[in-house]
């Protein structure tokens, strides 16, 4: 992973060459309606059952925005810190293909929802700002279907006019995981705020990947586009693939032509797709079915009044309680794991004993069930009274451990399986001395060797002794009490 002091280089024939990146993600926008009509957006649906007479391009059909999703967009763009312009409009982009019945797409070009914001990334060591140029609103295509027909394609619909946000960078990006550590950030912002799921595997995120080399500082170099990708794992691929291809191009006496390529995931490279259109190619013009956007302060103030806390504000606020740095990098990665976490707190968990036990023990749970933590047997409340029972010395460590692996097969609460199971701990000194007594007595030449100095032994006793009691015993006394016996 590069960091400052040693930036990601392309080492070519004739030397070092940098990549320049910057990403279009296209994020499908949180909503039960479709950007300019009322069908709905469920993912999985039977193809052509989500299709309104508006989305087939009727004669006659009117578009009328949906103000959930500009509504969305702009919350979008204020966790961003972008930009918000309060007049924004529709335009036409026109061109053909079988997915688009309409001919046109409608999306912003001159004036769009949101402009200049920025995303700061972790890349290994090194804090770095990545600006982003605007986000602007518009509608998805629809799909076609390849691999149903042996000589035919087929059109589905469902997509078509499902609102989509495109957030697009600065090419600010100079290595695949910068581009991978933005692409998450951007993730888990969208998954914060709400305004998309982010699941890029039914596609309601991919990005379009722009790749360009040049020498180290120089000038800009002719880049291209890379499509649709849907993986942070297969964008980072995308990019080390386009551009040590486009070195080689270079240093072979080629040329870089401005294209638009695709990602094949099974090889990792790449195959020209066709030419890269300029913006006069698609005949850009205000849409005149639709009016300018107008927002007003009612509606601003009301969009961010809405935002949650957002991943930096609440890992800065994990660690001002003490949480180490990586714990609380951990729980925010993903937003249903701080809502846990978040529960968890508010049930009344000392921050650190939580962190600790819910990023080791709960999640190497769930990892080992393949469960997320939305799925967790369980809950909140009951992690909080097991470590509750932990802290008042009614369970050892490895006690807890027991009463988790009965909560994960039962979801019975731990103070009910402490019971019936009789796992409490003991801190009985009459009971411990005894059996203390007993384990010295039943080991002498550990006991000879120990009075001899191999003060080693001492863990041996401790073990002795825990087994002897079931577990059962609390550590310290015992270890007060063979100190003393064995002393």
């Excluded at 002719?222 to 990019?239: D, G, H, L, P, Q």
């Excluded at 976490?341 to 650190?352: N, T």
């Excluded at 393949?370 to 409340?381: A, H, M, N, T």
């Excluded at 027991?402 to 609460?413: H, K, R, S």
């Amino acid at each position: 992973m590069a960091d400052a002091s040693t930036p990601y280089r392309i080492k070519g024939d004739t030397g070092e060459w940098e990549v320049v990146i910057g990403l279009e993600v296209h994020a499908q926008v949180t909503s039960q309606a479709k950007l300019f009509s009322g069908a709905a957006t469920e993912f999985g649906a039977e193809p052509n059952t989500q299709v309104s007479l508006v989305d087939a391009a009727m004669p006659g059909m009117l578009p009328v925005p949906n103000c959930e999703c500009i509504r969305q967009a702009v919350r979008t763009g204020m966790a961003i810190d972008a930009q918000i312009n309060r007049w924004s409009r529709f335009d036409r982009k026109n061109y053909f293909y079988a997915d688009l019945p309409q001919g046109y797409q409608i999306s912003q070009l001159y004036h769009p929802l949101v402009g200049e914001g920025s995303v700061e990334i972790e890349d290994g060591e090194t804090v770095k700002t990545i600006g982003v140029e605007r986000i602007h609103v518009e509608q998805d295509a629809g799909k076609l279907m390849h691999d149903q027909h042996p000589t035919r394609s087929y059109v589905d619909l469902n997509r078509s006019g499902v609102a989509l946000m495109e957030i697009v960078s600065r090419p600010d990006m100079r290595s695949p995981s910068e581009a991978g550590a933005y692409l998450r950030k951007l993730r888990a912002i969208l998954r914060y705020v709400g305004s998309c799921d982010g699941n890029m595997e039914e596609g309601s995120m991919r990005a379009d990947v722009n790749v360009s080399v040049r020498r180290p500082g120089a000038e800009f170099g002719t880049r291209t586009e890379t499509k649709n990708v849907n993986s942070v794992r297969f964008v980072m691929a995308a990019i080390e693939h386009e551009a040590k291809r486009q070195v080689e191009l270079i240093e072979g006496g080629g040329t870089v032509v401005q294209e638009t390529r695709l990602f094949n995931p099974d090889s990792g490279t790449t195959r020209s797709m066709r030419s890269k259109e300029d913006a006069h190619d698609y005949r850009y013009f205000p849409d005149p079915d639709l009016l300018p956007l107008e927002l007003d302060d009612a509606f601003l103030e009301a969009c961010r009044a809405s935002l949650p806390e957002l991943p930096d504000a609440k890992r800065q606020r994990y660690v001002g309680l003490g949480i180490t740095p990586y714990n609380a990098e951990v729980l925010t990665a993903e937003v249903e794991s701080a809502r846990w976490f978040d529960a968890l707190l508010a049930a009344g968990a000392a921050p650190v004993a939580a962190a600790n036990w819910v990023t080791s023990e709960l999640f190497g749970a769930l990892n080992r069930l393949g469960k997320s933590i939305g799925d967790s047997p369980v809950l909140p409340g009951q992690a909080a009274e097991l470590l509750a029972l932990v802290a008042d010395g009614t369970l050892s460590g490895s006690l807890a451990k027991q009463v988790f692996e009965a909560m994960l097969e039962t979801g019975d609460a731990p103070g009910k399986i402490v019971e019936e199971r009789g796992l409490k701990q003991t801190s009985d000194t009459g009971a411990i001395e005894a059996v203390i007594a007993e384990v010295l007595a039943k080991n002498p030449g550990q006991l000879e060797q120990y009075r001899g100095g191999k003060v080693t032994l001492f863990g041996f006793f401790v073990g002795q002794t825990m087994k002897a009691m079931g577990g059962k015993a609390n550590p310290q006394v015992v270890n007060d009490l063979l100190k003393k016996a064995l002393n």
